[in-house]
């Protein structure tokens, strides 16, 4: 029995198939894998978003501002606020609201600034922070206490930035780094019923550092004075500098967007190289244009009398043909009678009778004239 080409090749085809099949699921593992994005949105300028989600998604009420104007009276003991830009920025006035709300039970997050607090109304508010002399960067390693098998960036961060120094008097609590020496990184102060935790540096609560455990739990520690008790205010940035820097900074897609529709507009609205149709003929009336050229050409001629005198006999024909009577009154006996049928001053009616002496004078006999053959 003699078996179908055909039907061989089929059948060694469908060999290879089951073949390769077998092979690929065989060897086939599946793997998850997690690549970064680059940043979009709010996250782009928002240094404090990652901790706001964060906080959010604990059930911690968070928001975040610029304005510091705006949250210092929705300001309430037991609130945390965390300031993530120059504190030299802050005015006296708004520096002596902040101090007064700490005592009250709030607690205040901000990195002091390298230069001490002489100028800086915050420092200045609580009084306890010494002029740093030999400002230099400091590193500490901090260990979360997880086994030796997890990934070294999950057993332990540096905390790194510019060592500052604190008075005397001051009531810390914490400290990390030495006061004595090149400096402290991070203290924790008493201030009355509230808290203040100065650190050097706040890159461990911004961007991309939460995703890390140690940077996780030393967030917690550090906003654990205040945290489930009120609301928590992000300030990412203090405005305060020109409008235009922000707006040609960070809105510039607008500007651009802006630009476009204005040139598409010009380009709509501009004149062309020729019409895109031939212009329809316009309306013609032949009568009033041979009129107005005969008009035109009698007034080059003597300056208007012809036709000043003309519109006169026509006014007067037609007063006669309505009132034979009128051909027998003089001249003042007929400015006044047009006068009370017109209702104008018989020294007008005199006046548009009169020769005109130039243009002006012309066009104001013809306008009175006009008026007074309407009223006929």
């Not at 510019?162 to 004595?180: C, K, M, P, S």
């Not at 203290?187 to 509230?194: C, M």
């Not at 991309?208 to 140690?214: D, I, Q, W």
């Not at 009129?291 to 001629?301: C, N, S, Y």
């Amino acid at each position: 029995m003699k078996i179908d080409s055909r039907l061989a090749a089929a059948l060694i085809v469908l060999g290879v198939i089951v073949l390769g099949s077998a092979l690929f699921f065989g060897t086939y593992k599946r793997e998850w894998t997690t690549e970064t994005t680059a940043t979009s949105g709010e996250a782009r300028y928002n240094r404090f978003f990652a901790l706001q989600q964060v906080l959010q998604n604990m059930g911690q009420p968070a928001s975040s501002s610029v304005l510091l104007d705006r949250v210092l009276p929705s300001l309430e003991p037991g609130d945390t606020v965390v300031i993530g830009d120059d504190v030299g920025r802050i005015k006296p006035v708004q520096a002596q609201r902040l101090a007064a709300w700490v005592r009250t039970g709030g607690h205040l997050v901000f990195a002091p600034a390298s230069y001490g607090s002489r100028d800086v109304p915050l420092l200045e508010a609580f009084g306890w922070l010494g002029d740093q002399k030999k400002p230099g960067l400091l590193c500490a390693t901090l260990s979360t206490g997880v086994t030796a098998q997890a990934d070294a960036a999950e057993r332990s961060m540096i905390l790194c930035g510019t060592g500052f120094h604190l008075q005397a008097q001051a009531r810390a609590e914490l400290v990390i780094g030495d006061n004595v020496g090149k400096g402290l990184l991070f203290a924790r102060v008493k201030e009355g019923r509230g808290t203040v935790s100065l650190l050097s540096n706040l890159g461990a609560l911004s961007g991309h550092e939460l995703k890390h455990l140690p940077e996780q739990l030393f967030a917690q520690r550090l906003l654990a004075p205040n945290f489930g008790r009120g609301h928590f205010y992000l300030l990412y940035e203090l405005v305060g500098g020109s409008f235009w820097v922000n707006l040609f900074v960070r809105g510039w897609p607008a500007l651009f967007a802006s630009l476009l529709l204005i040139l598409g507009w010009m380009a709509v609205r501009s004149e062309r190289f020729g019409p895109l149709a031939p212009a329809p003929d316009t309306h013609r009336r032949a009568l009033l244009e041979h009129i107005h050229a005969v008009g035109e050409f009698l007034f080059r001629r003597d300056g208007g009398r012809s036709l000043h005198r003309l519109a006169c006999e026509s006014i007067l024909a037609r007063l006669r043909r309505s009132d034979p009577a009128s051909a027998m009154l003089g001249d003042e006996e007929l400015y006044a009678w047009l006068a009370q049928r017109s209702r104008l001053e018989p020294a007008r009616i005199r006046y548009a009778f009169r020769s005109p002496a130039n243009a002006t004078a012309f066009r104001s006999s013809m306008t009175i004239l006009a008026r007074l053959r309407s009223h006929l």
